[in-house]
């Protein structure tokens, strides 16, 4: 069973950036589709982006411009570089493929915050 791994989230103020990272423990990542999606309390889990082999991308409406997504396969490492981050950021992120298909990891806890 593959397991993810996210890492790399904090406190950040309003307008401050992060980047998370995203580690699989099989080489999944370099064949298939890898998306980054966030949820907050009492919400169903939400696309934020996500990256094909290939490197093509796509996001949110909520945050295209501020953030990107991208890879590197051979560490089989997905990254997510968040800019401008705002107060409704704020959230668990977590990755998986794209759709999703493996066990959910533990996800990284990001909070925007002044």
């Known amino acids: 069973q593959v397991q993810l791994v996210e890492s790399g989230g904090g406190l950040v103020q309003p307008g401050g950036s992060l980047r998370l990272s995203c580690a699989a423990s099989?080489?999944?990542?370099?064949?298939?589709?890898v998306g980054w999606y966030r949820q907050v309390p009492r919400k169903e889990r939400a696309f934020v982006a996500s990256?094909?082999?290939?490197?093509?991308?796509n996001y949110a409406d909520s945050v295209k411009g501020r953030f990107t997504i991208s890879r590197d396969n051979a560490k089989n490492t997905v990254y997510l570089q968040m800019n401008s981050l705002k107060l409704e950021d704020t959230a668990v992120y977590y990755c998986?493929?794209?759709?999703?298909?493996?066990?959910w990891g533990q996800g990284t806890q990001v909070t925007v915050s002044s």
């Open positions: 998986n493929t794209n759709p999703a298909y493996y066990d």
């Open positions: 990256i094909t082999p290939g490197g093509s991308t």
């Open positions: 099989g080489s999944i990542f370099s064949i298939t589709d």
